[in-house]
Protein backbone atom coordinates (compact mmCIF):
# COMPACT_ATOMS: atom_id res chain seq x y z
CA UNK A 1 0.00 0.00 0.00
CA UNK A 2 3.15 2.21 1.29
CA UNK A 3 4.28 1.24 -2.24
CA UNK A 4 1.73 2.40 -4.43
CA UNK A 5 1.33 5.94 -2.15
CA UNK A 6 4.92 6.50 -2.87
CA UNK A 7 4.88 5.27 -6.16
CA UNK A 8 1.99 7.95 -7.15
CA UNK A 9 4.06 10.50 -5.23
CA UNK A 10 6.95 9.80 -7.05
CA UNK A 11 4.66 10.30 -10.87
CA UNK A 12 3.18 13.46 -9.10
CA UNK A 13 6.88 14.59 -8.22
CA UNK A 14 7.89 14.07 -11.65
CA UNK A 15 5.38 15.90 -13.22
CA UNK A 16 6.08 18.86 -11.56
CA UNK A 17 9.85 18.85 -12.58
CA UNK A 18 8.57 18.42 -16.30
CA UNK A 19 6.90 21.10 -15.59
CA UNK A 20 9.56 23.05 -14.24
CA UNK A 21 11.59 21.93 -17.10
CA UNK A 22 9.15 23.44 -19.58
CA UNK A 23 8.37 26.43 -18.27
CA UNK A 24 12.74 26.95 -18.16
CA UNK A 25 12.20 26.62 -21.33
CA UNK A 26 10.02 28.89 -21.88
CA UNK A 27 12.38 31.56 -20.00
CA UNK A 28 15.51 30.35 -22.34
CA UNK A 29 13.39 31.14 -25.18
CA UNK A 30 12.27 34.54 -23.83
CA UNK A 31 16.09 35.22 -22.52
CA UNK A 32 17.16 34.46 -26.37
CA UNK A 33 14.54 36.66 -27.71
CA UNK A 34 15.35 39.63 -25.45
CA UNK A 35 19.40 39.34 -26.28
CA UNK A 36 17.80 39.45 -30.30
CA UNK A 37 16.22 42.63 -28.94
CA UNK A 38 19.44 44.21 -27.39
CA UNK A 39 21.14 43.24 -30.78
CA UNK A 40 19.08 45.15 -32.29
CA UNK A 41 18.36 48.11 -29.72
CA UNK A 42 22.37 48.32 -30.17
CA UNK A 43 22.23 48.74 -33.56
CA UNK A 44 19.17 51.35 -33.22
CA UNK A 45 21.38 52.72 -30.76
CA UNK A 46 24.04 53.56 -32.84
CA UNK A 47 21.48 55.51 -35.35
CA UNK A 48 19.83 56.67 -32.48
CA UNK A 49 22.44 57.57 -29.77
CA UNK A 50 20.03 60.51 -29.14
CA UNK A 51 17.56 57.52 -28.49
CA UNK A 52 20.25 56.00 -26.57
CA UNK A 53 20.31 58.29 -24.07
CA UNK A 54 16.33 57.41 -23.92
CA UNK A 55 16.85 54.19 -24.13
CA UNK A 56 19.21 54.07 -20.74
CA UNK A 57 16.77 55.63 -19.76
CA UNK A 58 14.74 52.32 -20.79
CA UNK A 59 17.28 50.08 -20.14
CA UNK A 60 17.60 50.79 -16.54
CA UNK A 61 13.87 50.35 -16.54
CA UNK A 62 14.56 46.94 -18.39
CA UNK A 63 17.47 45.90 -15.59
CA UNK A 64 14.96 46.44 -12.87
CA UNK A 65 12.93 44.40 -14.65
CA UNK A 66 15.84 41.64 -15.07
CA UNK A 67 16.36 41.44 -11.30
CA UNK A 68 12.88 40.69 -10.72
CA UNK A 69 13.23 38.70 -12.83
CA UNK A 70 16.42 36.76 -11.46
CA UNK A 71 14.86 37.23 -8.31
CA UNK A 72 11.90 34.53 -9.60
CA UNK A 73 14.11 32.38 -11.41
CA UNK A 74 16.69 32.32 -7.57
CA UNK A 75 13.72 31.26 -6.04
CA UNK A 76 12.71 28.52 -8.39
CA UNK A 77 15.85 26.79 -8.04
CA UNK A 78 15.72 27.04 -4.61
CA UNK A 79 12.46 25.46 -4.93
CA UNK A 80 14.08 23.12 -7.43
CA UNK A 81 16.63 22.10 -4.36
CA UNK A 82 14.43 21.47 -2.37
CA UNK A 83 12.76 18.92 -4.20
CA UNK A 84 16.17 17.57 -4.86
CA UNK A 85 16.24 16.98 -1.26
CA UNK A 86 12.93 15.87 -1.08
CA UNK A 87 13.30 13.39 -3.93
CA UNK A 88 17.08 11.96 -1.78
CA UNK A 89 14.35 11.23 1.26
CA UNK A 90 12.39 9.58 -0.88
CA UNK A 91 14.66 7.30 -2.58
CA UNK A 92 16.05 6.66 0.77
CA UNK A 93 12.75 5.92 1.91
CA UNK A 94 12.19 3.17 -1.00
CA UNK A 95 16.00 1.72 -0.53
CA UNK A 96 14.12 0.89 3.15
CA UNK A 97 10.81 -0.50 1.65
CA UNK A 98 12.79 -2.67 -0.92
CA UNK A 99 14.76 -4.17 2.27
CA UNK A 100 11.58 -5.00 4.09
CA UNK A 101 10.42 -6.14 1.09
CA UNK A 102 13.55 -8.64 0.92
CA UNK A 103 13.17 -9.37 4.39
CA UNK A 104 9.13 -10.25 3.99
CA UNK A 105 10.48 -12.68 1.16
CA UNK A 106 12.92 -14.29 3.48
CA UNK A 107 9.75 -14.56 6.14
CA UNK A 108 7.68 -15.96 3.46
CA UNK A 109 10.60 -18.54 2.51
CA UNK A 110 10.30 -19.89 6.06
CA UNK A 111 6.71 -20.09 6.40
CA UNK A 112 5.99 -21.33 2.81
CA UNK A 113 9.09 -24.16 4.56
CA UNK A 114 7.35 -24.70 7.51
CA UNK A 115 3.84 -24.95 5.46
CA UNK A 116 5.60 -27.78 3.55
CA UNK A 117 5.78 -30.11 6.69
CA UNK A 118 2.71 -29.05 8.27
CA UNK A 119 1.46 -30.47 4.83
CA UNK A 120 3.88 -33.57 4.95
CA UNK A 121 2.08 -34.03 8.75
CA UNK A 122 -1.10 -33.51 7.02
CA UNK A 123 -0.58 -36.51 4.73
CA UNK A 124 0.97 -38.95 7.62
CA UNK A 125 -2.32 -38.04 9.32
CA UNK A 126 -4.26 -38.68 6.26
CA UNK A 127 -2.59 -42.25 6.58
CA UNK A 128 -3.44 -43.01 9.90
CA UNK A 129 -6.98 -41.68 9.62
CA UNK A 130 -7.48 -44.18 6.60
CA UNK A 131 -6.35 -47.28 8.95
CA UNK A 132 -8.50 -45.46 11.68
CA UNK A 133 -11.20 -45.38 9.09
CA UNK A 134 -10.58 -49.42 8.35
CA UNK A 135 -11.09 -49.75 11.94
CA UNK A 136 -14.23 -47.93 12.34
CA UNK A 137 -15.63 -49.92 9.44
CA UNK A 138 -15.16 -53.07 10.89
CA UNK A 139 -16.15 -51.73 14.22
CA UNK A 140 -19.33 -50.72 12.55
CA UNK A 141 -20.09 -54.00 11.40
CA UNK A 142 -19.35 -55.63 14.66
CA UNK A 143 -21.93 -52.93 16.03
CA UNK A 144 -24.09 -54.53 12.77
CA UNK A 145 -24.12 -58.26 14.28
CA UNK A 146 -24.40 -56.81 17.85
CA UNK A 147 -27.50 -55.22 16.62
CA UNK A 148 -29.05 -58.39 15.13
CA UNK A 149 -28.14 -60.29 18.44
CA UNK A 150 -30.30 -57.31 19.97
CA UNK A 151 -32.82 -57.90 17.79
CA UNK A 152 -33.40 -61.62 19.01
CA UNK A 153 -32.70 -60.59 22.58
CA UNK A 154 -35.20 -57.79 22.27
CA UNK A 155 -37.57 -60.08 21.01
CA UNK A 156 -37.04 -62.37 23.35
CA UNK A 157 -37.53 -59.64 25.89
CA UNK A 158 -40.78 -58.58 24.15
CA UNK A 159 -41.75 -62.30 25.01
CA UNK A 160 -40.79 -62.28 28.53
CA UNK A 161 -42.82 -59.15 28.59
CA UNK A 162 -45.69 -60.82 27.46
CA UNK A 163 -44.93 -63.09 29.74
CA UNK A 164 -44.73 -60.96 32.77
CA UNK A 165 -47.74 -58.82 31.73
CA UNK A 166 -49.64 -62.68 32.12
CA UNK A 167 -47.92 -63.01 35.12
CA UNK A 168 -48.77 -59.65 36.55
CA UNK A 169 -52.45 -60.23 35.66
CA UNK A 170 -52.08 -63.23 37.23
CA UNK A 171 -50.43 -61.32 40.77
CA UNK A 172 -53.33 -59.38 40.74
CA UNK A 173 -55.74 -62.10 40.79
CA UNK A 174 -53.69 -63.44 43.85
CA UNK A 175 -53.18 -59.99 45.12
CA UNK A 176 -57.29 -59.93 45.52
CA UNK A 177 -57.10 -63.40 46.99
CA UNK A 178 -54.14 -62.48 49.35
CA UNK A 179 -57.16 -59.25 50.12
CA UNK A 180 -59.32 -61.55 50.65
CA UNK A 181 -57.03 -63.62 53.12
CA UNK A 182 -55.77 -60.87 55.15
CA UNK A 183 -59.63 -60.03 56.15
CA UNK A 184 -59.47 -63.08 57.20
CA UNK A 185 -56.59 -63.01 59.08
CA UNK A 186 -57.67 -59.78 60.71
CA UNK A 187 -60.26 -62.10 62.09
CA UNK A 188 -58.15 -64.28 62.96
CA UNK A 189 -55.78 -61.71 64.73
CA UNK A 190 -58.61 -60.74 66.69
CA UNK A 191 -59.17 -64.20 67.68
CA UNK A 192 -55.13 -64.78 68.02
CA UNK A 193 -54.92 -61.87 70.65
CA UNK A 194 -57.23 -64.04 72.96
CA UNK A 195 -55.42 -67.03 71.85
CA UNK A 196 -51.91 -65.57 73.03
CA UNK A 197 -53.37 -64.80 76.21
CA UNK A 198 -53.77 -68.49 76.41
CA UNK A 199 -50.08 -68.88 75.28
CA UNK A 200 -48.48 -66.17 77.44
CA UNK A 201 -50.15 -68.69 80.34
CA UNK A 202 -48.81 -71.85 78.35
CA UNK A 203 -45.55 -69.94 77.86
CA UNK A 204 -45.40 -69.46 81.57
CA UNK A 205 -45.68 -73.43 81.85
CA UNK A 206 -43.27 -73.72 78.93
CA UNK A 207 -40.52 -71.90 80.65
CA UNK A 208 -40.80 -74.06 83.92
CA UNK A 209 -40.32 -76.89 80.90
CA UNK A 210 -37.76 -75.35 79.44
CA UNK A 211 -35.74 -75.35 83.29
CA UNK A 212 -36.50 -78.96 83.11
CA UNK A 213 -35.57 -79.68 79.48
CA UNK A 214 -32.54 -77.66 80.43
CA UNK A 215 -31.41 -79.75 82.83
CA UNK A 216 -32.92 -82.99 81.04
CA UNK A 217 -30.32 -81.05 78.02
CA UNK A 218 -27.59 -81.42 79.98
CA UNK A 219 -28.25 -85.15 80.79
CA UNK A 220 -28.71 -85.68 76.54
CA UNK A 221 -25.37 -83.59 76.25
CA UNK A 222 -23.88 -86.08 78.45
CA UNK A 223 -25.26 -89.21 76.86
CA UNK A 224 -24.63 -88.24 73.50
CA UNK A 225 -21.00 -87.78 74.36
CA UNK A 226 -21.03 -91.50 75.87
CA UNK A 227 -22.77 -92.07 72.32
CA UNK A 228 -19.64 -90.46 70.65
CA UNK A 229 -17.63 -92.84 72.54
CA UNK A 230 -19.15 -95.94 71.80
CA UNK A 231 -19.11 -94.69 68.39
CA UNK A 232 -15.79 -94.59 68.03
CA UNK A 233 -15.71 -97.66 69.75
CA UNK A 234 -17.35 -99.30 67.35
CA UNK A 235 -15.71 -97.95 64.69
CA UNK A 236 -12.77 -100.04 65.77
CA UNK A 237 -14.67 -102.81 66.29
CA UNK A 238 -16.08 -102.61 62.84
CA UNK A 239 -12.77 -102.29 61.31
CA UNK A 240 -11.38 -105.27 63.70
CA UNK A 241 -14.59 -107.07 62.43
CA UNK A 242 -13.53 -106.44 59.40
CA UNK A 243 -10.55 -107.68 59.55
CA UNK A 244 -11.80 -111.22 60.71
CA UNK A 245 -14.14 -111.23 58.36
CA UNK A 246 -11.10 -111.35 55.82
CA UNK A 247 -9.13 -113.79 57.68
CA UNK A 248 -12.35 -115.96 57.77
CA UNK A 249 -12.45 -115.49 54.07
CA UNK A 250 -8.89 -116.60 54.12
CA UNK A 251 -9.75 -119.09 56.01
CA UNK A 252 -12.96 -120.62 54.30
CA UNK A 253 -10.87 -120.70 50.94
CA UNK A 254 -8.04 -122.29 52.83
CA UNK A 255 -11.12 -125.06 54.81
CA UNK A 256 -12.25 -125.73 50.69
CA UNK A 257 -8.77 -126.70 49.89
CA UNK A 258 -8.06 -128.86 53.24
CA UNK A 259 -11.45 -130.20 52.55
CA UNK A 260 -10.74 -131.35 49.22
CA UNK A 261 -7.34 -132.73 50.45
CA UNK A 262 -8.93 -134.49 52.74
CA UNK A 263 -11.67 -136.13 50.81
CA UNK A 264 -8.45 -136.73 48.34
CA UNK A 265 -7.10 -138.54 51.50
CA UNK A 266 -9.68 -140.37 52.49
CA UNK A 267 -10.40 -142.36 49.35
CA UNK A 268 -6.87 -142.78 48.51
CA UNK A 269 -6.40 -144.23 52.06
CA UNK A 270 -9.32 -146.19 52.05
CA UNK A 271 -8.63 -147.48 48.76
CA UNK A 272 -4.97 -148.68 49.01
CA UNK A 273 -5.88 -149.82 53.07
CA UNK A 274 -8.70 -152.03 51.63
CA UNK A 275 -6.19 -153.97 49.25
CA UNK A 276 -4.05 -155.96 52.44
CA UNK A 277 -6.88 -156.24 54.27
CA UNK A 278 -8.27 -158.28 51.80
CA UNK A 279 -5.20 -160.34 51.11
CA UNK A 280 -5.32 -161.15 55.26
CA UNK A 281 -9.10 -161.94 54.80
CA UNK A 282 -8.42 -163.88 51.84
CA UNK A 283 -5.51 -166.18 53.34
CA UNK A 284 -7.65 -166.16 56.94
CA UNK A 285 -10.45 -168.56 54.00
CA UNK A 286 -7.25 -170.10 52.38
CA UNK A 287 -6.43 -171.16 55.70
CA UNK A 288 -9.32 -172.57 57.33
CA UNK A 289 -10.22 -174.43 54.31
CA UNK A 290 -7.01 -176.11 54.38
CA UNK A 291 -6.00 -176.60 58.06
CA UNK A 292 -9.39 -176.25 59.76
CA UNK A 293 -9.66 -179.96 60.60
CA UNK A 294 -5.83 -180.03 62.29
CA UNK A 295 -7.44 -176.47 64.67
CA UNK A 296 -8.76 -177.48 68.11
CA UNK A 297 -11.65 -175.50 69.38
CA UNK A 298 -9.51 -172.49 70.94
CA UNK A 299 -7.70 -172.00 67.39
CA UNK A 300 -10.75 -172.12 65.79
CA UNK A 301 -12.23 -169.05 67.96
CA UNK A 302 -8.76 -166.69 67.81
CA UNK A 303 -9.69 -167.07 63.82
CA UNK A 304 -13.41 -166.15 63.99
CA UNK A 305 -12.52 -162.90 66.47
CA UNK A 306 -10.27 -162.36 63.53
CA UNK A 307 -12.57 -162.39 60.88
CA UNK A 308 -15.23 -160.25 62.52
CA UNK A 309 -12.12 -157.72 63.47
CA UNK A 310 -11.38 -158.16 59.38
CA UNK A 311 -14.70 -157.45 58.78
CA UNK A 312 -15.10 -154.53 61.34
CA UNK A 313 -12.11 -153.05 59.66
CA UNK A 314 -13.19 -153.44 56.38
CA UNK A 315 -16.16 -151.71 57.15
CA UNK A 316 -15.19 -149.10 58.80
CA UNK A 317 -12.87 -148.49 55.49
CA UNK A 318 -15.66 -148.62 53.23
CA UNK A 319 -17.63 -146.19 55.40
CA UNK A 320 -14.81 -143.90 55.24
CA UNK A 321 -14.76 -144.42 51.69
CA UNK A 322 -18.55 -143.59 51.17
CA UNK A 323 -18.07 -140.10 53.52
CA UNK A 324 -15.04 -139.02 51.35
CA UNK A 325 -17.38 -139.61 48.13
CA UNK A 326 -20.40 -137.97 49.30
CA UNK A 327 -21.37 -135.12 47.40
CA UNK A 328 -19.59 -136.24 44.37
CA UNK A 329 -21.36 -136.05 41.26
CA UNK A 330 -24.76 -134.92 42.87
CA UNK A 331 -27.31 -132.26 41.29
CA UNK A 332 -29.78 -130.48 42.85
CA UNK A 333 -33.53 -132.08 41.79
CA UNK A 334 -36.82 -131.23 42.67
CA UNK A 335 -38.33 -133.74 44.56
CA UNK A 336 -41.57 -134.45 46.76
CA UNK A 337 -39.97 -135.61 49.82
CA UNK A 338 -42.86 -137.35 51.12
CA UNK A 339 -42.43 -139.68 48.13
CA UNK A 340 -38.70 -140.10 49.31
CA UNK A 341 -39.54 -140.83 52.49
CA UNK A 342 -41.97 -143.17 51.60
CA UNK A 343 -39.26 -144.68 49.18
CA UNK A 344 -37.18 -145.24 52.55
CA UNK A 345 -39.73 -146.46 54.50
CA UNK A 346 -40.33 -149.60 52.45
CA UNK A 347 -36.64 -150.12 51.76
CA UNK A 348 -36.90 -150.65 55.44
CA UNK A 349 -40.04 -152.55 55.53
CA UNK A 350 -38.57 -155.09 57.39
CA UNK A 351 -36.64 -153.71 59.89
CA UNK A 352 -40.07 -151.72 60.98
CA UNK A 353 -42.18 -154.99 61.03
CA UNK A 354 -39.87 -156.79 62.69
CA UNK A 355 -39.04 -153.70 65.72
CA UNK A 356 -43.01 -153.69 65.35
CA UNK A 357 -42.22 -149.07 64.80
CA UNK A 358 -45.38 -147.12 64.04
CA UNK A 359 -44.10 -144.11 61.49
CA UNK A 360 -46.50 -141.08 60.97
CA UNK A 361 -44.98 -139.08 58.29
CA UNK A 362 -47.05 -135.48 58.26
CA UNK A 363 -47.15 -132.70 55.11
CA UNK A 364 -44.13 -132.59 53.65
CA UNK A 365 -43.23 -129.85 51.17
CA UNK A 366 -41.21 -130.31 47.27
CA UNK A 367 -38.23 -128.84 47.03
CA UNK A 368 -34.58 -128.72 45.69
CA UNK A 369 -32.28 -131.34 46.91
CA UNK A 370 -29.26 -133.84 46.30
CA UNK A 371 -31.82 -136.91 45.90
CA UNK A 372 -29.76 -139.75 46.94
CA UNK A 373 -28.01 -137.97 49.38
CA UNK A 374 -31.40 -136.57 50.98
CA UNK A 375 -32.73 -140.13 50.96
CA UNK A 376 -29.75 -141.44 53.18
CA UNK A 377 -30.12 -138.87 55.56
CA UNK A 378 -33.84 -140.35 56.16
CA UNK A 379 -32.39 -143.62 55.92
CA UNK A 380 -29.78 -142.85 58.91
CA UNK A 381 -32.14 -141.09 60.81
CA UNK A 382 -35.09 -143.88 61.11
CA UNK A 383 -32.98 -146.62 60.87
CA UNK A 384 -31.41 -145.20 64.43
CA UNK A 385 -34.80 -144.20 65.59
CA UNK A 386 -35.66 -147.59 65.31
CA UNK A 387 -32.32 -148.82 66.84
CA UNK A 388 -31.90 -146.68 69.86
CA UNK A 389 -35.37 -147.59 71.29
CA UNK A 390 -35.98 -148.47 74.78
CA UNK A 391 -36.75 -152.05 75.57
CA UNK A 392 -39.95 -153.34 75.70
CA UNK A 393 -41.11 -150.32 73.90
CA UNK A 394 -42.23 -150.11 70.51
CA UNK A 395 -40.47 -146.84 68.60
CA UNK A 396 -42.70 -144.50 67.99
CA UNK A 397 -41.21 -142.17 65.25
CA UNK A 398 -43.13 -138.78 63.88
CA UNK A 399 -41.57 -137.18 60.94
CA UNK A 400 -42.51 -133.52 60.25
CA UNK A 401 -41.64 -130.15 58.16
CA UNK A 402 -42.15 -126.58 58.48
CA UNK A 403 -41.99 -123.55 56.56
CA UNK A 404 -39.35 -121.49 57.85
CA UNK A 405 -38.69 -117.63 55.93
CA UNK A 406 -35.88 -119.20 53.66
CA UNK A 407 -36.71 -123.06 53.32
CA UNK A 408 -38.04 -125.68 55.47
CA UNK A 409 -37.06 -127.63 58.78
CA UNK A 410 -37.55 -131.26 59.12
CA UNK A 411 -37.84 -133.37 62.10
CA UNK A 412 -37.60 -137.09 63.06
CA UNK A 413 -38.59 -137.30 66.81
CA UNK A 414 -38.42 -140.88 68.34
CA UNK A 415 -39.74 -142.40 72.35
CA UNK A 416 -36.39 -144.24 72.07
CA UNK A 417 -33.49 -144.31 74.94
CA UNK A 418 -32.80 -140.31 74.30
CA UNK A 419 -29.40 -138.70 74.28
CA UNK A 420 -27.30 -137.12 77.00
CA UNK A 421 -26.45 -133.65 76.30
CA UNK A 422 -23.25 -133.81 76.52
CA UNK A 423 -22.84 -135.52 73.31
CA UNK A 424 -25.42 -133.81 71.56
CA UNK A 425 -22.42 -132.47 69.74
CA UNK A 426 -20.22 -135.64 69.41
CA UNK A 427 -22.69 -137.90 67.78
CA UNK A 428 -22.35 -136.22 64.83
CA UNK A 429 -18.45 -136.63 64.34
CA UNK A 430 -17.35 -139.14 62.31
CA UNK A 431 -17.04 -143.41 64.16
CA UNK A 432 -17.97 -141.69 67.13
CA UNK A 433 -20.50 -144.11 69.32
CA UNK A 434 -21.79 -143.70 72.53
CA UNK A 435 -22.57 -147.56 73.22
CA UNK A 436 -21.24 -150.71 73.01
CA UNK A 437 -21.67 -153.22 69.97
CA UNK A 438 -23.43 -155.33 72.42
CA UNK A 439 -26.12 -153.44 73.44
CA UNK A 440 -26.50 -151.48 70.15
CA UNK A 441 -24.59 -152.30 66.61
CA UNK A 442 -23.15 -149.59 64.54
CA UNK A 443 -19.87 -147.96 63.09
CA UNK A 444 -20.44 -144.36 64.22
CA UNK A 445 -20.60 -142.97 60.50
CA UNK A 446 -24.42 -142.41 60.09
CA UNK A 447 -24.91 -138.83 61.59
CA UNK A 448 -21.63 -137.88 60.27
CA UNK A 449 -22.67 -138.52 57.08
CA UNK A 450 -26.01 -136.95 57.87
CA UNK A 451 -23.96 -134.14 58.93
CA UNK A 452 -22.28 -133.60 55.77
CA UNK A 453 -25.30 -134.25 53.87
CA UNK A 454 -27.16 -131.94 55.21
CA UNK A 455 -23.82 -129.17 55.02
CA UNK A 456 -24.48 -130.17 51.20
CA UNK A 457 -27.64 -128.15 51.57
CA UNK A 458 -26.41 -125.53 53.61
CA UNK A 459 -28.51 -126.27 56.19
CA UNK A 460 -27.96 -127.42 59.70
CA UNK A 461 -28.65 -130.24 61.94
CA UNK A 462 -28.64 -130.89 65.44
CA UNK A 463 -30.68 -132.93 68.34
CA UNK A 464 -32.67 -132.93 71.07
CA UNK A 465 -32.97 -135.18 73.41
CA UNK A 466 -34.33 -136.52 77.05
CA UNK A 467 -34.37 -139.96 78.19
CA UNK A 468 -37.87 -139.65 79.40
CA UNK A 469 -39.11 -138.97 75.94
CA UNK A 470 -36.89 -139.70 73.14
CA UNK A 471 -34.62 -137.69 70.70
CA UNK A 472 -35.76 -135.04 67.78
CA UNK A 473 -33.29 -134.84 64.79
CA UNK A 474 -33.85 -131.12 63.44
CA UNK A 475 -32.31 -130.42 59.95
CA UNK A 476 -32.77 -127.39 57.79
CA UNK A 477 -32.87 -127.06 54.31
CA UNK A 478 -32.99 -123.45 52.61
CA UNK A 479 -34.12 -122.60 49.11
CA UNK A 480 -31.62 -123.49 47.25
CA UNK A 481 -31.65 -122.74 43.05
CA UNK A 482 -30.41 -125.68 40.51
CA UNK B 1 -22.10 -175.49 34.62
CA UNK B 2 -20.11 -175.14 31.75
CA UNK B 3 -16.43 -175.37 32.34
CA UNK B 4 -14.38 -172.64 30.06
CA UNK B 5 -11.07 -173.86 28.49
CA UNK B 6 -9.01 -170.98 29.49
CA UNK B 7 -9.28 -167.87 31.91
CA UNK B 8 -6.63 -165.18 32.07
CA UNK B 9 -5.92 -163.06 35.41
CA UNK B 10 -4.52 -159.72 34.59
CA UNK B 11 -3.22 -158.61 38.13
CA UNK B 12 -0.30 -156.88 39.87
CA UNK B 13 -1.32 -158.39 42.72
CA UNK B 14 0.52 -161.86 43.15
CA UNK B 15 -1.72 -162.73 46.50
CA UNK B 16 -4.80 -161.51 44.54
CA UNK B 17 -3.81 -164.06 41.66
CA UNK B 18 -2.90 -167.07 43.75
CA UNK B 19 -6.47 -166.44 45.75
CA UNK B 20 -8.63 -166.09 42.28
CA UNK B 21 -7.01 -168.92 40.77
CA UNK B 22 -7.67 -170.94 43.91
CA UNK B 23 -11.37 -170.02 43.89
CA UNK B 24 -11.44 -170.92 39.69
CA UNK B 25 -9.76 -174.08 40.61
CA UNK B 26 -11.76 -175.21 43.61
CA UNK B 27 -14.95 -174.33 41.60
CA UNK B 28 -13.97 -176.05 38.47
CA UNK B 29 -14.81 -172.70 35.99
CA UNK B 30 -11.90 -173.68 33.75
CA UNK B 31 -9.58 -176.07 32.78
CA UNK B 32 -6.62 -173.57 32.83
CA UNK B 33 -5.92 -170.50 34.64
CA UNK B 34 -3.23 -167.91 33.39
CA UNK B 35 -2.17 -164.90 34.98
CA UNK B 36 -0.54 -162.16 34.19
CA UNK B 37 1.41 -159.42 35.91
CA UNK B 38 1.32 -156.25 33.50
CA UNK B 39 -1.27 -155.33 30.64
CA UNK B 40 1.79 -155.69 28.18
CA UNK B 41 2.14 -158.86 29.04
CA UNK B 42 -1.50 -159.80 28.91
CA UNK B 43 -1.66 -158.54 25.61
CA UNK B 44 1.12 -160.48 24.62
CA UNK B 45 -0.20 -163.50 25.70
CA UNK B 46 -3.79 -163.04 23.70
CA UNK B 47 -1.55 -162.36 20.49
CA UNK B 48 0.80 -165.35 20.63
CA UNK B 49 -2.47 -167.86 21.70
CA UNK B 50 -4.86 -166.84 18.80
CA UNK B 51 -4.24 -169.93 17.25
CA UNK B 52 -4.32 -172.11 19.78
CA UNK B 53 -7.79 -172.74 21.65
CA UNK B 54 -6.73 -174.85 24.33
CA UNK B 55 -4.47 -171.60 25.33
CA UNK B 56 -6.15 -169.07 24.33
CA UNK B 57 -8.67 -167.25 27.06
CA UNK B 58 -12.24 -166.99 26.92
CA UNK B 59 -12.59 -164.97 30.16
CA UNK B 60 -10.41 -162.07 31.47
CA UNK B 61 -10.42 -161.13 35.01
CA UNK B 62 -8.62 -157.77 35.02
CA UNK B 63 -7.61 -156.04 38.10
CA UNK B 64 -7.57 -151.80 37.39
CA UNK B 65 -5.00 -150.20 39.72
CA UNK B 66 -1.69 -151.61 38.11
CA UNK B 67 2.07 -149.64 37.70
CA UNK B 68 3.02 -148.70 34.35
CA UNK B 69 -0.63 -149.83 32.03
CA UNK B 70 -3.57 -149.47 34.02
CA UNK B 71 -6.37 -151.64 33.84
CA UNK B 72 -8.40 -149.11 31.67
CA UNK B 73 -5.11 -148.56 29.36
CA UNK B 74 -5.21 -152.40 28.55
CA UNK B 75 -8.79 -152.22 27.39
CA UNK B 76 -8.21 -149.40 24.80
CA UNK B 77 -5.06 -151.21 23.59
CA UNK B 78 -7.59 -154.64 23.77
CA UNK B 79 -10.26 -152.97 21.75
CA UNK B 80 -7.94 -152.51 18.80
CA UNK B 81 -6.78 -156.19 18.80
CA UNK B 82 -8.11 -158.41 15.68
CA UNK B 83 -11.27 -160.17 16.80
CA UNK B 84 -9.56 -163.53 16.88
CA UNK B 85 -7.07 -162.38 19.10
CA UNK B 86 -9.79 -161.60 21.58
CA UNK B 87 -11.53 -162.84 24.55
CA UNK B 88 -15.18 -163.63 24.93
CA UNK B 89 -15.76 -161.71 28.11
CA UNK B 90 -13.93 -159.33 30.48
CA UNK B 91 -14.54 -158.97 34.00
CA UNK B 92 -13.47 -155.50 36.08
CA UNK B 93 -12.53 -156.62 38.77
CA UNK B 94 -12.43 -153.60 41.23
CA UNK B 95 -10.42 -152.67 44.34
CA UNK B 96 -13.17 -150.90 46.31
CA UNK B 97 -16.87 -150.77 46.04
CA UNK B 98 -18.35 -150.00 42.61
CA UNK B 99 -17.28 -146.29 41.16
CA UNK B 100 -19.74 -144.80 38.48
CA UNK B 101 -17.24 -142.90 37.02
CA UNK B 102 -15.26 -145.56 35.93
CA UNK B 103 -18.10 -147.98 34.66
CA UNK B 104 -19.13 -145.00 32.41
CA UNK B 105 -15.34 -145.24 30.27
CA UNK B 106 -16.31 -148.65 29.32
CA UNK B 107 -19.85 -147.73 28.29
CA UNK B 108 -17.98 -146.00 25.15
CA UNK B 109 -16.11 -149.22 24.34
CA UNK B 110 -17.82 -151.67 22.34
CA UNK B 111 -16.81 -154.83 24.65
CA UNK B 112 -18.63 -157.20 27.01
CA UNK B 113 -17.43 -155.76 30.84
CA UNK B 114 -18.85 -156.42 33.81
CA UNK B 115 -17.65 -154.63 37.16
CA UNK B 116 -17.02 -157.04 40.19
CA UNK B 117 -15.60 -155.88 43.75
CA UNK B 118 -12.82 -158.22 44.86
CA UNK B 119 -12.15 -160.69 46.32
CA UNK B 120 -13.58 -163.39 43.81
CA UNK B 121 -16.19 -165.90 44.82
CA UNK B 122 -17.40 -168.96 43.53
CA UNK B 123 -20.96 -167.17 43.97
CA UNK B 124 -19.48 -164.35 41.50
CA UNK B 125 -17.84 -166.80 38.79
CA UNK B 126 -21.30 -168.47 38.37
CA UNK B 127 -23.23 -165.11 37.83
CA UNK B 128 -19.87 -164.37 35.74
CA UNK B 129 -21.14 -168.06 33.78
CA UNK B 130 -24.75 -166.99 33.52
CA UNK B 131 -24.28 -164.06 32.17
CA UNK B 132 -21.35 -164.70 29.18
CA UNK B 133 -21.49 -167.87 28.46
CA UNK B 134 -24.92 -169.05 28.93
CA UNK B 135 -24.72 -173.02 27.97
CA UNK B 136 -26.47 -173.15 23.90
CA UNK B 137 -28.90 -175.72 24.53
Same mark, same amino acid.
Given at each position: MSITITQKELAFQNQEKEDRATELSIAYKKIASQNEEKG?????????????????????????????????????NEVKEKRAAELVIANAELAYQNREKEKRAAELSMANIELAYQNEEKENRAAELIIANKELAYQNEEKGKRAAELSIANKEL???? $???? $????????????????????????AELVIVNEELAFQNHEKEKRAAELSIANIELAYQNEEKEHRAAELIIANKELLFQNEEKEKRAIELVIANKGLEQFSYIASHDLQEPLRTVSNYMLVFKEDYIDVLD???????????????RMSLLIKSLLDFSRLGHNADLVFVDSKVLVDVVLSDLETMIKTSGAMIEVLEMPKLNVYEVELRQVFQ?????????????? $??????RSQAEDDGWKFSVSDNGIGINPLYFERVFDIFQRLHTDEKYEGNGIGLSNCKKIIQMHQGKIWVEANPAQGSTFYFTIPNLTT | MNKLRCIMLVDDNANDNFFHERVINRSHTADLVVAKQTGEAALEYLKATMANQKLHPELILLDINMPGMNGWEFLEAYEKLAAAQKSKAIVVMLTTSENPDDQKKTKAMNIATSFKTKP??????????????????
Open positions: IRAKELSIANKEIAFQNKEREKRAAELIIANKELAFQAFQN $KEKE $KRAAELIIANKELAYQNELNEKRAENARQYLDSVDSAIANLITNAIKFRKDNI $KPKIEI | LTTEMLQEIMAIHFKPTT
